[in-house]
């Protein structure tokens, strides 16, 4: 007596790559949304006020200053002596398009440390610097 199947066996010569599509395209929307909120996760806290809305590109670098007087140059943590290397070392790289600078200090910090930072900048032949704060509440 002969078997007989139910359901015929057929070889899948094609990968079905719908599911690892699926799961690129998820990623890529959640790292797309991630990646403007990296560089606000520095604990710095800017003076509040009405200014109009800056958009950083692809050309521009930021520079954040803590309230202990740290410095974080690219989210990483910078004295001022390597800041004002790898600034002259980025002046140096600048080709043709004007960089511009975004500097957020902290409200607590003193003015004195706010203008050193802002002093190793312009030294370093940076004229485009921006001044982070944030916005003041609607009342």
Partial sequence: MASRRRFPVSVYDQINVTSLIDTLFFLLIIFMLTAPLLEYSVDVSPPQMNATKIEPDDHSKSINVRKDGTILF???????EQLQMELHALKQEQISS???????AD???SYGGVIDVMRQIRMAGFEDIQLVTEEEPKS
């Fill in 107 to 109: 409200r607590e910090l």
């Fill in 98 to 104: 004007k960089i511009a600078i975004y500097l957020r």
């Fill in 74 to 80: 690219d989210h990483r943590e910078v004295s001022m």
